[in-house]
């Protein structure tokens, strides 16, 4: 029997795979889940019973919400990536971590093929597909559902022959949860106009009285909450219910598909908003003014090229360098102010803060030059546009 691994998520698109490839032909198919913040071990344990049910020769659930964060969200905090300055890239930089996981799970155990339950179209079958040809080229890449064009309703149908009669309709809204947002689809999302109701998102406003929280960093990273350190995927999981009782962080993010359509989601990612938003303003305070142009840049391009699925050109391991150094005096506090919706980033404590020079104060008054100095500086900073206004009038 052929040995085929399917990244499996106990939905419907990968239960008909699961079904389809053991039962219709004959492969010994081993059922992985990659966890990146999103199940619980109760849930772990139901997606097991119904994958062995459905004929997995094997199920193996894989631990990588600490891999997320090392490759993935430390980076997308260094460079306080929003695609669009709207979306902390949630689902895009979870497909590259359980893509990974998968493939070098197929390569241990000498697969024969890697199957994922990715229609021909949205984003995910180009990065699961891109980081297995890249990492696997020679195990073979099968998708039913894309090869087959396959109907949600064909799926269910086919389920139900088989004695699978789970309800399989579709829920009002489809959810995708991780340990850097989660994600929110509906008929809303599908139209230009229309907003997600309230009630379409998971969080829900169960805190009404103001609350102060100093967020602390250490070389950009963030270490403690309220003074209390924790390891890094904690302190985020900590946050995110803390705000989410306030609904924070939530938004409808429009962009650019890597198929060439544009497309439009909801999410709620109160922990990941409030970290990057401090975190920037924290690098505002203690680096540089062209530090911190030149790592904008940088910082886009890598948010860009991890949602294309380019997570693996060596281009992207050369920005994370940069990144990592950036970070050296990037340690200090940060307070911010939870209300039910919004949030107040009200300012920084840090030894590294550049505006404690003593150079002077903004506005008020000069202390490291004279006045002849100032008006020196100013007319030779005017030069380049008074020549060439002379010489173009």
Same mark, same amino acid.
């Given at each position: 029997? &052929?040995?085929?691994?399917?990244?499996?998520?106990?939905?419907?698109d990968?239960?008909?795979?699961?079904?389809?490839?053991?039962? *219709?032909? +004959?492969?010994?198919?081993? %059922?992985?889940?990659? =966890?990146?913040?999103?199940? /619980?071990?109760?849930?772990?344990? *139901?997606? &097991?019973k119904?994958?062995?049910?459905?004929?997995?020769?094997?199920f193996?659930?894989?631990?990588?919400?600490?891999?997320y964060?090392?490759?993935?969200?430390?980076?997308?905090?260094?460079?306080?990536?929003?695609?669009?300055?709207?979306?902390? @890239?949630?689902?895009?930089?979870?497909r590259?971590?359980?893509?990974?996981?998968?493939?070098?799970?197929?390569?241990k155990?000498?697969?024969?093929?890697? %199957?994922?339950?990715?229609?021909?179209?949205? =984003?995910?079958?180009?990065?699961?597909?891109?980081?297995?040809?890249?990492?696997?080229?020679e195990?073979?890449?099968i998708?039913?559902?894309?090869?087959?064009?396959?109907?949600?309703?064909?799926?269910?149908?086919?389920?139900?022959?088989?004695?699978?009669?789970?309800?399989?309709?579709?829920? &009002?809204?489809?959810?995708?949860? +991780?340990?850097?947002? /989660?994600?929110? +689809?509906?008929?809303?999302t599908?139209?230009?106009?229309?907003?997600?109701?309230?009630d379409?998102?998971?969080?829900?406003?169960? *805190?009404?009285?103001?609350?102060?929280? &100093?967020?602390?960093?250490?070389?950009?990273?963030?270490?403690?909450?309220?003074?209390?350190?924790?390891?890094?995927?904690?302190? #985020?999981?900590?946050?995110?219910?803390?705000?989410?009782?306030?609904?924070?962080?939530?938004?409808?993010?429009v962009?650019?598909?890597?198929? +060439?359509?544009?497309?439009?989601?909801?999410?709620?990612?109160?922990?990941? #908003?409030?970290?990057?938003?401090?975190?920037? @303003?924290?690098e505002?305070?203690? @680096?540089?003014?062209?530090?911190?142009?030149?790592?904008?840049?940088?910082?886009?391009?890598?948010?860009?090229?991890?949602?294309?699925?380019?997570?693996?050109? %060596?281009?992207?391991?050369?920005?994370?360098?940069?990144?990592?150094?950036?970070?050296?005096?990037?340690?200090?506090?940060v307070?911010?102010?939870?209300?039910?919706?919004?949030?107040? @980033?009200e300012?920084?404590?840090s030894k590294?803060?550049?505006?404690?020079?003593?150079?002077?104060?903004?506005g008020?008054? =000069?202390?490291g030059?004279?006045?002849d100095d100032?008006?020196?500086?100013?007319?030779?900073?005017? =030069?380049a546009?008074k020549?060439?206004?002379?010489?173009?009038?």
């Amino acid at each position: 029997m &052929k040995k085929i691994v399917l990244a499996y998520s106990g939905g419907l698109d990968t239960s008909y795979c699961l079904s389809n490839l053991s039962q *219709e032909y +004959g492969y010994a198919v081993h %059922a992985v889940t990659v =966890n990146t913040g999103g199940f /619980t071990p109760e849930e772990i344990e *139901e997606m &097991k019973k119904q994958a062995i049910q459905m004929g997995a020769a094997h199920f193996t659930a894989i631990d990588a919400i600490e891999t997320y964060y090392e490759k993935a969200i430390k980076y997308l905090v260094f460079g306080n990536v929003l695609r669009n300055n709207t979306y902390p @890239l949630s689902v895009s930089a979870e497909r590259i971590i359980q893509a990974m996981e998968i493939v070098t799970y197929a390569k241990k155990i000498e697969a024969d093929g890697i %199957a994922h339950g990715s229609t021909g179209a949205g =984003n995910d079958q180009v990065r699961f597909d891109t980081i297995f040809q890249t990492i696997a080229p020679e195990i073979e890449i099968i998708t039913p559902i894309r090869d087959n064009s396959l109907s949600r309703q064909e799926e269910i149908d086919y389920l139900n022959s088989k004695g699978y009669t789970t309800s399989w309709n579709k829920a &009002k809204y489809s959810i995708n949860q +991780g340990l850097w947002g /989660t994600s929110v +689809g509906g008929a809303e999302t599908l139209t230009s106009r229309n907003p997600l109701p309230d009630d379409a998102y998971p969080s829900q406003v169960t *805190e009404s009285v103001p609350k102060t929280l &100093k967020l602390s960093f250490e070389k950009g990273e963030l270490i403690a909450l309220d003074g209390r350190k924790d390891s890094h995927v904690a302190n #985020i999981q900590k946050l995110q219910q803390i705000a989410g009782n306030y609904a924070i962080g939530r938004d409808i993010h429009v962009g650019d598909t890597i198929i +060439g359509i544009k497309g439009r989601v909801g999410f709620e990612a109160a922990a990941a #908003i409030l970290i990057i938003k401090a975190h920037h @303003l924290l690098e505002k305070h203690t @680096l540089s003014k062209w530090q911190l142009f030149q790592k904008e840049q940088m910082a886009s391009f890598y948010g860009m090229l991890l949602h294309e699925g380019q997570y693996l050109d %060596a281009v992207m391991r050369d920005i994370e360098a940069y990144m990592d150094h950036s970070q050296r005096y990037v340690t200090g506090d940060v307070f911010v102010t939870l209300h039910p919706y919004r949030y107040e @980033l009200e300012g920084i404590e840090s030894k590294y803060d550049l505006m404690a020079s003593g150079a002077g104060t903004y506005g008020e008054e =000069n202390k490291g030059w004279s006045a002849d100095d100032a008006k020196g500086f100013i007319k030779i900073s005017a =030069n380049a546009g008074k020549i060439a206004r002379q010489i173009q009038k």
